[in-house]
Nanobody, 124 residues
Framework: QVHLAESGGGSVQAGGSLRLSCLVS????????MGWFRQAPAKEREGVAA????????TYADSAKGRFTISKDSAKNTLYLEMNSLKPEDTAMYYC?????????????????WGQGTQVTVSS
């Protein structure tokens, strides 16, 4: 049974940093993507960043480029999202996901397994 557990969210002021973690269990690592998404109130869930399991190459949403870094530690079965220069518009529930199949990586429709989310709140 696949289980994902996010942690590391919190409340910070604009310009601050947070590091999110996602512990993954029961999932067979392969060649696909692992990713981070976020969902703000009254908005749709959107892709933030994704990393290829096999080679660690990463891709980012425009809103995350230059500020966020996705990484993984396969030995610890953990996915990370380092977030710097946070802005109030980054406020959202952040989710990790694995097992992406077909479609664009940023579309949440094409991901199989999700965590429960961790809240990030950025104040101005």
């Amino acid at each position: 049974q696949v289980h994902l557990a996010e942690s590391g969210g919190g409340s910070v002021q604009a310009g601050g940093s947070l590091r999110l973690s996602c512990l993954v269990s029961g999932y067979t690592y392969g060649n696909g993507y692992m990713g981070w998404f976020r969902q703000a109130p009254a908005k749709e869930r959107e892709g933030v960043a994704a990393i290829v399991q096999r080679d660690g190459s990463a891709t980012y949403a425009d809103s995350a480029k230059g500020r966020f870094t996705i990484s993984k530690d396969s030995a610890k079965n953990t996915l990370y999202l380092e977030m710097n220069s946070l802005k109030p518009e980054d406020t959202a529930m952040y989710y990790c996901a694995v097992d992406q199949y077909g479609g664009p990586w940023y579309d949440p429709t094409f991901w199989s397994y999700w965590g429960q989310g961790t809240q990030v709140t950025v104040s101005s």
